[in-house]
């Protein structure tokens, strides 16, 4: 009795996480269905449930959807890896070496706050058009945010562990390997994830712009066929891919060696 | 070997803070306090010695520039002969907080010494005999925050006695521990100390912890402290302050030395 009914509550407690977020969004759907049927704007500009599934079916099976996606991930992929490569070595040099953080950190603490869309000028001049303004406003979104985070996270290793590193004759690249790298990871895979979704942002706003593919590019182009159902699934692969990604950062962020 | 000797030692340091460490405190940022003033100490081999003093005296920068850690001083640190100006893999220092490293595994912890030992068999052996000798064997795959406080105080004893270190320094080793961990680790330490003889210097707050192991006690004064008074304990072991008068009486001196007159 008492073993069935600890059961019971098990699955109702599963039931429960399981059933809540369906019917939120299904209610959201049923909604959004009400509102373009009874609003009184019309399918073509406010397309219900319905049309939008019609349209991602035909995007889909032509291949165009795939074919953007893909290209905004390649830019976000590349120009978010770039600012890994350099950012975070850059970040691991400014913590340990106080005199050039003094120097370096107020660069990147002005740059930082200008959002990557007013650099899209200088970006389209300096780049052209095509991939590779795109890839450099991904890799601005993300360079000085983790340049940053990384140089906060050096700083802040305990210097015990340096002490540690002293008192067994660590060499440099034992200290890099042992200790530096270690201790920032938890910090910086934080960096990482609000970093991956500030490039996720990004990248649709810079397609607007100078590029003839990616999700941003068929939202914009869809408004100008007036297609709003294309806008619509355009935005909605946005927030799935979004939150994937946020999904797939998560999955890396459980560091191993701390009790939380 | 190990021959340590202390010289005209004073520490100062430059005051960053901007507020105040008590009502009293007078100190101003960018101003010098002196925390180490003159300090002369000898230390003989295989002794082991506890200093003590009121906290924030300095007790642990004074351990600190004898381990080399701290370079920055005036006067001089000589074991052996030679002046100290870095840390050494032949002394070795556990931390006040814990300084085992929380990423690895108290067997990786305890290799870091013997990293670079040739002989991965020999190795691997040295590094479990460390292990077993704290008693932890079974837990040497588990990370530091999966142990307990006692048991990572034990890891990092372990992790310092693998090397067979000349000179062991402790910086109020016990800390954070519970009472009844305190006196087990404790116990441990005195007979490690018995068991590989080798010179021990450690810091603490806690007199009886001093009574109770030390060869010699050294008291330090409040800051700029200087060294106020040094005896040598020459009562066997184990020792037990309520049956031993002597003992007794001089921890009641002690505790008055420190400014606490009353002594239940
Ligand atoms: N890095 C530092 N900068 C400035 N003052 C310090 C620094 N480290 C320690 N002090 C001061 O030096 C004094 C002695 O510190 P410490 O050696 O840690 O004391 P103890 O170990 O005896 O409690 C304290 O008053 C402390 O505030
Ligand atoms: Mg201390």
Not at chain 1, 43 to 69: M, R, W, Y
Not at chain 1, 131 to 155: G, H, N, Y
Not at chain 2, 9 to 35: C, F, M, Q, W
Not at chain 2, 102 to 118: A, T
Request: hydrophobic share 50%; charged share 20%.
């Amino acid at each position: 009795m008492y073993k069935a009914s600890l059961l019971n509550e098990k699955f109702a407690i599963l039931n429960k996480s399981l059933w809540l977020p369906i019917i939120s969004v299904v209610l959201v759907i049923a909604l959004w269905g009400a509102i373009s049927q009874l609003g009184g704007l019309g399918k073509h500009v406010f397309p219900g449930p319905a049309t939008v599934l019609l349209a991602f079916n035909e995007l889909f099976n032509n291949g165009e959807l795939i074919k953007h996606s893909v290209a905004s991930l390649y830019r976000v992929t590349v120009g978010f890896y770039l600012a890994i490569f350099l950012g975070i070595p850059l970040g691991i040099v400014l913590g340990l070496n106080r005199t050039l953080s003094d120097m370096v950190d107020p660069v990147v603490q002005f740059l930082r706050p200008i959002s990557p869309l007013a650099w899209i000028p200088l970006a389209m001049l300096w780049f052209g058009i095509g991939d590779k303004p795109a890839i450099f406003l991904i890799f601005l979104s993300s360079f000085f945010s983790l340049t940053m985070a990384t140089t906060v996270a050096v700083k802040s290793i305990n210097p015990i562990y340096f002490q540690v590193a002293a008192n067994f004759n660590f060499n440099r690249a034992e200290l890099l390997t042992k200790i530096i790298i270690p201790a920032i990871t938890p910090d910086v895979i934080t960096a990482l994830r609000l970093t991956v979704a500030v490039a996720w942002l990004v990248v649709v706003a810079a397609e607007m712009i100078a590029v003839q593919s990616g999700l941003g590019y068929l939202i914009l182009d869809s408004r100008n066929a007036l297609r709003m159902d294309y806008v619509m699934v355009g935005m909605i692969v946005i927030g799935w891919i979004g939150l994937s990604l946020d999904l797939i950062m998560q999955k890396f962020s459980r560091v191993k060696w701390t009790a939380h | 070997m190990s021959f340590i000797q202390i010289k005209n030692i004073t520490k100062n340091y430059t005051n960053r803070r901007r507020t105040k460490r008590s009502p009293g405190d007078a100190s101003k940022a960018g101003e010098l306090i002196t925390v180490l003033d003159n300090i002369n100490l000898e230390f003989e081999e295989g002794e082991m010695v506890c200093i003590l003093g009121p906290s924030g005296c300095g007790k642990s920068t004074l351990l600190r520039i004898i381990a080399g850690f701290d370079t920055d001083f005036d006067g001089e640190v000589i074991i052996d002969g030679d002046k100290v100006g870095s840390a050494s893999s032949e002394h070795i220092f556990v931390f006040q907080q814990n300084g085992l490293l929380p990423w690895m595994s108290v067997w990786d912890n305890v290799e870091l010494g013997l990293r670079n030992m040739k002989d991965s068999e020999m190795k691997n052996e040295q590094i479990q005999e460390y292990i077993d000798l704290v008693e932890l064997n079974g837990f040497e795959h588990n990370l530091p925050y999966q142990l307990s406080g006692g048991m990572q105080r034990r890891a990092e004893l372990a992790r310092a006695l693998a090397v067979t270190p000349d000179i062991l320094y402790l910086d109020e080793p016990f800390t954070g521990l519970d009472y009844f961990t305190h006196l087990k680790v404790r116990e441990e330490v005195v007979n490690i100390h018995e068991y590989i003889g080798k010179t021990m210097i450690m810091v603490t707050h806690f007199i009886e912890d001093a009574l109770v192991m030390a060869d010699r006690i050294i008291i330090l004064s409040d800051r700029p402290s200087c060294v106020k008074m040094t005896r040598k304990l020459d009562f066997s072991r184990p020792r037990n302050m309520n049956k031993n008068k002597d003992l007794g009486d001089l921890r009641d001196e002690i505790f008055l030395m420190l400014g606490v007159s009353y002594v239940a």
